[in-house]
């Protein structure tokens, strides 16, 4: 089981195809893993920072890593049921609970107070797959599209192993979530009438693999320490050029388009890279000016390829910040996860000798402060606009509160915050 290895040519072995059945049939889901080579992981800038054999190391640990996914997702679903051992007895109805569970939260996918913490955990880490395959059903992509289940299966399995799960914040939970939040606003009123199959096939998929294989730095730490992914893609969208060109690889590598004629499946590989291309933060201004024009001047068309297609643009690019616009409850996960990660690279850059980011730094920039203006330059701007497309629906009315509590929140944990720094320490 532990071999269970798409080869580099795409051919799944007898043995692979014996624990995909077995798998699927008991799971309802299964781990793939794969050989192509991916980006650094944040430990593995460490190592290469340090010496030529903590590369070697780091290589061969990744590969050990790889080999060992499948037997990982039983340790992890072991530990989800909190048995140290086997029990043999009770691992079916304990599996089967959990995925009713997991089947009855899909019941309502549609809901924005939907966690997605408990279904990741629910389905032994497997959420982008398992929701992706769900959407994917509930939209009839499967029969419009002609697709190949175990061809998707491969394809999201890739991608889901390709997000690392050791990053706090963008990891295979966060594109989960970004694809549950563009569900929800691919079904707005406004938009559902217009989308076509294609539209769908396409929100979705951008948003499932909008951050793969996102090493857990951001694009200055990549130029600043001459990654080669920045000189690839000279020093402009680096992530997101590398997040869409691993989509367009896993695309080729599981044939998932291959039955469709050529000029589709580069119609669809392009499409994808302006979706993902545009979820670059550094562009927000540009989208922002533009989508307020088109409501200033009321000419959106969505009988237009081309308008729609800027629609999938803007819902993404929500759907990838809206953390703050949910539940206090998971906006505070995403606040914390996303701020340990800030924290993580500008550790590194204090070892590294470097000068330490905006927002990375823990001993002066708190979460609260950090959260209070994420919200107040780039959410709130971008959702104010959002709800006036919405005319406004419901939802954006319940994510506009949201963020407005949730700033009220922060701004009161910032006061503490501020007043605990200016407390005398009991010591002085
Ligand atoms: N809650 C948050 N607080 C601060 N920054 C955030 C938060 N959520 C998302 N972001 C930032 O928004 C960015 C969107 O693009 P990235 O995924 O490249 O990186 C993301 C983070 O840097």
């Known amino acids: 089981q532990w071999r269970l290895r798409v080869r580099p040519c795409g051919i799944l072995l007898f043995q692979d195809i014996f624990v995909y059945l077995c798998h699927t049939l008991s799971c309802g889901q299964f781990f793939v893993s794969h050989s192509r080579k991916s980006c650094m992981s944040l430990p593995d800038f460490c190592n290469s920072a340090s010496s030529q054999q903590g590369e070697v190391e780091s290589g061969t640990r990744r590969k050990l ?18 048995l140290a051992s086997h029990s043999p007895g009770s691992l079916h109805i304990l599996d089967n609970d959990y995925l009713g569970q997991a089947a009855h939260m899909l019941s309502k996918v549609e809901t924005w107070n939907f966690d997605i913490f408990l279904f990741d955990r629910l389905t032994n880490g497997n959420s982008l797959v398992t929701l992706m395959c769900h959407l994917f059903n509930v939209c009839d992509l499967i029969h419009h599209f002609q697709l190949d289940m175990v061809k998707l299966h491969r394809f999201l399995g890739m991608v889901q192993d390709d997000y690392h799960s050791n990053n706090p914040y963008h990891n295979a939970v966060h594109a989960a979530d970004v694809t549950q939040a563009m569900y929800c606003y691919m079904k707005e009123p406004r938009l559902a009438e217009q989308l076509t199959p294609l539209d769908g096939f396409l929100g979705l998929m951008a948003a499932a693999a909008h951050d793969v294989d996102h090493p857990g730095v951001n694009q200055p730490f990549l130029m600043k320490t001459r990654h080669h992914l920045a000189s690839l893609y000279q020093n402009t969208s680096v992530l997101e050029s590398h997040h869409w060109r691993s989509t367009v690889g896993m695309l080729r590598e599981s044939g998932l388009l291959s039955h469709l004629p050529a000029n589709i499946s580069q119609d669809i590989e392009q499409q994808l890279g302006s979706l993902i291309l545009a979820t670059d933060i550094s562009r927000q201004n540009e989208f922002l000016v533009t989508f307020r024009e088109h409501l200033d001047n009321q000419d959106l068309d969505l009988q237009l390829a081309s308008h729609r297609h800027f629609m999938l643009q803007i819902a993404l690019k929500c759907a990838d910040v809206c953390n703050p616009c949910r539940d206090w409850e998971l906006s505070r996960q995403w606040s914390e996860r996303v701020c340990e990660e800030f924290y993580r690279q500008g550790d590194l850059e204090r070892k590294l000798n470097m000068e330490i980011s905006p927002l990375c730094d823990k001993l002066t920039d708190s979460v609260p402060a950090v959260q209070i203006g994420f919200i107040s330059y780039i959410v709130q701007p971008l959702f104010q606009e959002w709800q006036r497309f919405t005319e406004p629906s419901l939802l954006s ?28 320490h009991s010591e002085e």
């Open 397 to 424: 009315q319940m994510m506009m509160s949201n963020l407005h509590k949730n700033k009220d929140r922060w701004s009161r944990l910032w006061c503490v915050h501020a007043a605990s720094e200016t407390q005398p």
């Open 65 to 82: 890593n790889r080999l060992l996914s499948f037997q990982r997702f039983f340790h992890a679903s072991r530990l989800l049921r909190g």
